[in-house]
T-cell receptor
């Protein structure tokens, strides 16, 4: 079991740049979740997919954020344009539908 | 909006102590509850989960309980060890599956040898 794989592990970029975070869920898991963790707000659910379809994106903070899941084995979270307040750790998690989630090790994003 | 508070925010104890971490929800209408452990630079590892029909779960030295009427949960750690040092997060699901989790603020635990 390879677990949920996120890339990159660390990203440092200048404000205004486009940032793309990637996630490979555990094979066979048909639910995928994107979270953001900050000191101020803790861990927040941004969006989740079931069977590659976005179900709830109410946690996406602004139109600058977008997420896609083109197939069952890959998802991206994109920020364009990025701002310093987007600096956080972004986690991806996956699960069989309705079952407990398995988390990746996260992407630590710093926007200068 | 559901808010989840964990008390204490930080805890430092000597090895061998028994300890209790607390979690409370502003909206007690939660279906399932999980306790997670987070090590520095790592993701979350699920420790215990209490499903809607249950009141408590035990795994080794860990015991978690849920009082739905009050919206409170506790995580009991017996005979703490330095390897237990981590941040502990509780999370409630607001629907029947484990889909939409609302996380607590976390308790940072340090167990000294």
């Amino acid at each position: 079991d390879a677990g949920v794989i996120q890339s990159p592990r660390h990203e440092v970029t200048e404000m205004g740049q486009e940032v793309t975070l990637r996630c490979k869920p555990i094979s066979g898991h048909n639910s995928l979740f994107w979270y953001r963790q900050t000191m101020m707000r803790g861990l927040e659910l941004l969006i989740y997919f079931n069977n590659n379809v976005p179900i709830d994106d109410s946690g996406m903070p602004e139109d600058r954020f977008s997420a896609k899941m083109p197939n069952a084995s890959f998802s991206t979270l994109k920020i364009q344009p990025s701002e310093p307040r987007d600096s956080a750790v972004y986690f991806c998690a996956s699960s069989p539908y309705g079952q407990p989630q398995h988390f990746g090790d996260g992407t630590r994003l710093s926007i200068l | 909006k559901q808010e989840v508070t964990q008390i204490p925010a930080a805890l430092s104890v000597p090895e061998g102590e028994n300890l209790v971490l607390n979690c409370s929800f502003t909206d007690s209408a939660i279906y399932n509850l999980q306790w997670f452990r987070q090590d520095p630079g790592k993701g979350l590892t699920s420790l215990l989960l209490i499903q809607s029909s249950q009141r408590e779960q035990t795994s080794g030295r860990l015991n978690a309980s849920l009082d739905k009427s009050s919206g409170r949960s506790t995580l009991y750690i017996a005979a703490s060890q330095p390897g237990d040092s981590a941040t502990y997060l509780c999370a409630g699901s607001m629907n029947t599956g484990f889909q939409k989790l609302v996380f607590g603020t976390g308790t940072r635990l340090l167990v000294s040898p």
